[in-house]
């Protein structure tokens, strides 16, 4: 993201910073920030745009039953905790 961004408009000052949700947007409620980029979820009161989509993967060890399935819900993936 920061890449396109960047090379899309070079005049723009990009700058990144890895905090929390809460403090990205009391940042802009303050004035610190004109936008941020982040991931869900998402926090009321200010205007969000989904940007991109991106594929999630569950990675488990090959012995366990799920890590053969093609596709897993997180209910399926929430029963695997504490094995």
């Known amino acids: 993201m920061v890449r396109a961004v960047q090379q899309r408009l070079p005049e723009l000052r ?3 910073e890895e905090t929390t949700i809460a403090l990205l947007a009391e940042g802009l409620r303050k004035g610190r ?3 941020v980029f ?3 979820p998402l926090v ?3 205007a969000t745009r989904t940007l991109v989509r991106e594929p999630v993967c569950a990675v488990l060890p ?3 039953p799920l890590a053969g399935r093609a596709k897993l ?3 399926e993936l929430a029963g695997e905790a504490g094995y």
Do not use: K, N, Q
Request: charged letters at 20%.
């Open 62 to 64: 090959e012995v366990r």
């Open 44 to 46: 009321a009161g200010l």
């Open 38 to 40: 982040t991931r869900p």
């Open 73 to 75: 819900s997180l209910a």
């Open 14 to 16: 990009l700058t990144t």
């Open 33 to 35: 920030y004109d936008v």
